[in-house]
C-alpha cells in the first residue's frame, strides 16, 4: 500500500523537530541560534552547525563551572572574550547562564572587526541581552581601554591567532583575572626565532635535533609556544590545567588551557620558563613570556 506523502512529511517534520529539542539546550533562544546560522531560517540543522554547537557547548562545560565559582564570591561576573569574531561564545554563554539571572553581570566581546562588532551590538540589542558589550579594540588597546573595568574576572581567548594569544594573556594578568581560558591558534612568533637562533642552539644543544627541520621547526615552535605560555602563567601564582576542547576529527588546534588564580610560588615556574627560553636560543621573547617580578 503506497504511504500518504503528507504522512511522510508530518513524520519527517517531527522526527526533526524531537531530533532538534535533543541538542539544544531548555530555554535556548531560537532566533539566536538562528542568527549565528546554527540553526537555518526553516529551524534545521546541518551536520557543520552539529559540530559548531557540540564545539561550544563542550567549551561551556569548561566554563560554567568558572561563572558558579566567581559567583560563590560576588553576584555580578564580569567576562572578557578576545577575538570574539562573530561572538559564538559570549552569546551562547549569556544565553545559557545570565539570560535569566537579575544581576549586573557583563560580557565584553573584544573585536577588530567593526562590522562584526556593530552585527553583535546590534542582535545583543534585539535579544535584549542588556548585559553585552562589544568593543572594536585590538587585544593590546584593550589592556589600557577606558571602556573595560580595572578587574576583570574571566578571560577567555579562542582561536586568537599567533601572539593575540599573548596579548590576551597580558591583559589577564593586568587585569587580575581570577580565570584564564585559551584555546591557542596559529603561532609562528617562536618558529621564526628558532630559525634564526638555530645555528648556535645546534652547536650547544642535542635537544636541538627536535627543531633542526623545518617541519619539526614548526611543530615544535607550536607546541613549545604553549608550555612557555603555561610556565608564564604559573610564574604569576596560576594553576594550570591542559586538555583538549574537542576530539581530533574536528581541528587539529583544539588545546585548550584553563588557568586559576591560587597564588601558588612562583620562583620554580620562573627559573624554568628562564631556562627553556635560555636552551631553545630563546632568548629574545623574555619580555613576551614575562615572568613575574
Request: glycine share 4%.
Amino acid at each position: 500500500m503506497k504511504k500518504n506523502n503528507s504522512t511522510k512529511n508530518s513524520t519527517d517534520t517531527s522526527s526533526a523537530a524531537e531530533g532538534l529539542a535533543h541538542e539544544i539546550r531548555p530555554g535556548q533562544s531560537i532566533e539566536l541560534l538562528k542568527e549565528l546560522h546554527i540553526l537555518t531560517r526553516d529551524g534545521k540543522m546541518n551536520q557543520d552547525s552539529r559540530r559548531k554547537l557540540k564545539q561550544v557547548y563542550h567549551l561551556y562545560q569548561f566554563i560554567e563551572p568558572l561563572m558558579q565559582a566567581v559567583q560563590l564570591d560576588h553576584a555580578d561576573v564580569s567576562l572578557v572574550d578576545h577575538g570574539a569574531g562573530k561572538s559564538y561564545l559570549g552569546f551562547i554563554l549569556y544565553d545559557l547562564y545570565f539570560k535569566s539571572q537579575q544581576n549586573q553581570s557583563r560580557i565584553y566581546g573584544i573585536e577588530t572587526r567593526d562590522e562584526l562588532v556593530s552585527k553583535s551590538q546590534a542582535l545583543a540589542t534585539r535579544l535584549g541581552f542588556a548585559g553585552m558589550s562589544f568593543l572594536n579594540l585590538s587585544v593590546a588597546q584593550s589592556i589600557t581601554s577606558d571602556a573595560l573595568p580595572a578587574k576583570i574576572d574571566i578571560v577567555t581567548a579562542l582561536h586568537a591567532c599567533n601572539t593575540a594569544t599573548d596579548d590576551a594573556i597580558a591583559f589577564a594578568l593586568k587585569k587580575q583575572a581570577s580565570y584564564i581560558v585559551l584555546v591557542p591558534c596559529c603561532q609562528a612568533e617562536v618558529a621564526a626565532t628558532l630559525k634564526k637562533s638555530k645555528n648556535a642552539a645546534i652547536k650547544n644543544n642535542p635537544l636541538s635535533e627536535l627543531w633542526r627541520h623545518p617541519i619539526h621547526t614548526r611543530e615544535f615552535g607550536s607546541q613549545l609556544t604553549n608550555v612557555l605560555r603555561c610556565l608564564q602563567l604559573e610564574a604569576h601564582g596560576y594553576q594550570v590545567t591542559v586538555t583538549e576542547l574537542v576530539g581530533w576529527e574536528h581541528s587539529m588546534k583544539n588545546e585548550l588551557i584553563v588557568a586559576t588564580y591560587k597564588n601558588l610560588p612562583r620562583q620554580h615556574a620562573q627559573e624554568r620558563l628562564t631556562q627553556v627560553l635560555h636552551s631553545t636560543g630563546l632568548e629574545a621573547l623574555q619580555e613576551r613570556f614575562f615572568t613575574a617580578p
